[in-house]
């Protein structure tokens, strides 16, 4: 039997170099191939598929097989990743679950477990159209030749409808075999959803559990302080020196460019947040209290005013007599609008342990302006903040910086929550006998430009120009 098939095929190619044909092209069978390298299994699956329909030959049943061969794998790398991701290993579940896509470009579960560790999936899965490829036909040399082909390729048939009858039986079983595997997958799927469902209820319970430790610990820091500073009350009973040195400090975080509407509102506007802390008729905490002020004009000379010692001093005398605004008016003649925004009132839960400690830290606060200066141009406005405050307040706001932004948009709840470690901050350095860190004025017409690591000295007229 193979002798005559190797004679048939020995005949037949003759007949086709002589006889003219063009062999048979399998353009179903290589764009599979593509997809399958490329991670696109549902792409080469189909693809395969057709190619089968389309009779290209065995290269149709080795796209099947090696298709459910690329399947399964992914699907163990999913299962790989999602033990990872319940023992708490995410970077191990992450890689796991990107190694099932770039097996499987469309596979669901690992894209769900990418999406829950906040990794960006992919999930497209396209196949391409394929155009099958022409036959180029050529001139034959005389009807002997086709005559003797016929007869070979009846031989030829033959064999290969043996051959054929035999890769239909494999692929049989190969598609059983893949069918018993899609069943495993669904089962596979099931236990996923319901290992996900598990860990996000445990999740829960552990961050319940983490935050109400949390709030232990911060309990017995606050006690602890409260007592050290009951037995070692070092900082007496007299009042806290009168600090009138200002220090001036530029946020360059907290200025923002945005877009507004081509409307009549004035170019310029200035916000004031004035922060004041009066004592108490009863008990021993104070009353903080943050007002707001705007000024609206054509024109507001921002480096001219923080260069200004009266108009600073404007700023600050707010906080003992917010009612007087007149003074604000005068900023520019063009000013068309000084108004009070809003105020919020904060009252602390109850004092520390060390009242000069506590005394000092308040009077050290009152007074501290946030100012922030907007500025528009056609439908753009630029905002630039900075704060006017004693040396001790500017330390205590380089330490938090929340603060800033929590005095520009106050809110009661947290405003005590940010200055309650400010506070215990004074306790300590009271405790230790150690003076506050200080933040020193800069020099005439300049300021200091709060950055990440450090304080950087900035002249006033830069201000502008520099945060364009």
């Not at 490329?38 to 290209?56: K, P």
Request: charged share 25%; proline share 5%; net charge negative.
């Amino acid at each position: 039997m193979r002798s005559v098939l190797a004679a048939a095929a020995v005949l037949l190619a003759v007949v086709a170099t002589t006889a003219g044909c063009s062999a048979a092209p399998t353009p179903l069978c290589d764009a599979a191939a593509t997809q399958l390298a490329a991670g696109r299994v549902g792409a080469a699956t189909e693809l395969s598929a057709r190619a089968q329909q389309a009779e290209e030959g065995g290269c149709a049943t080795d796209g099947l097989t090696a298709a459910s061969q690329r399947y399964a794998a992914a699907y163990s790398e999913v299962a790989a990743g999602s033990a990872a991701e319940v023992s708490g290993d995410e970077a191990g579940a992450a890689a796991r679950y990107e190694a099932a896509q770039r097996l499987d470009v469309g596979n669901p579960a690992a894209a769900q477990g990418l999406t829950r560790l906040g990794r960006q999936a992919q999930t497209t899965d396209t196949p391409v159209a394929v155009t099958p490829a022409p036959v180029v036909q050529q001139d034959g040399v005389g009807w002997g030749w086709v005559a003797g082909g016929a007869a070979v390729l009846l031989l030829l048939i033959a064999a290969v409808a043996a051959e054929a009858y035999r890769r239909i039986r494999r692929l049989e079983a190969d598609v059983d075999t893949l069918s018993d595997r899609d069943d495993d997958t669904d089962d596979l799927r099931r236990d996923l959803k319901t290992l996900t469902r598990r860990t996000a209820s445990e999740t829960r319970t552990r961050r319940r559990d983490l935050e109400e430790v949390r709030g232990y610990v911060d309990d017995l820091g606050t006690d602890q302080l409260r007592l050290l500073g009951l037995v070692l009350d070092r900082t007496g009973a007299e009042p806290p020196p009168d600090d009138r040195t200002r220090t001036l400090l530029q946020w360059p975080d907290l200025g923002a460019t945005t877009e507004v509407g081509d409307d009549d509102e004035p170019l310029d506007r200035l916000d004031l947040a004035v922060v004041v802390a009066r004592a108490r008729a009863t008990g021993d905490l104070p009353q903080l209290a943050v007002h707001h002020f705007r000024v609206e004009a054509e024109r507001l000379d921002l480096a001219r005013l923080l260069g200004d010692d009266d108009v600073l001093a404007t700023f600050t005398a707010l906080a003992d007599d917010p009612d007087d605004t007149d003074r604000l008016a005068e900023l520019e003649s063009t000013a068309v609008d000084v108004r009070g925004w809003r105020s919020v009132e904060v009252l602390g839960e109850e004092p520390l342990a060390a009242p000069g400690a506590e005394r000092s830290f308040w009077a050290a606060v009152h007074g501290t302006v946030v100012v922030t200066w907007s500025h528009r141009v056609a439908t753009r406005r630029r905002d630039v903040v900075c704060t006017v405050s004693t040396p001790q307040a500017a330390a205590a706001l380089v330490d938090y910086p929340a603060l800033v932004t929590a005095f520009r948009e106050p809110r009661s709840e947290e405003l005590t929550d940010l200055l309650r470690p400010a506070l215990e901050r004074s306790l300590v350095h009271a405790i230790s006998s150690e003076p506050p860190p200080r933040v020193a004025p800069a020099g005439p017409g300049e300021l200091l430009a709060v950055a990440l690591s450090d304080l950087e000295t900035r002249p006033i007229d830069d201000v502008t120009r520099r945060d364009e």
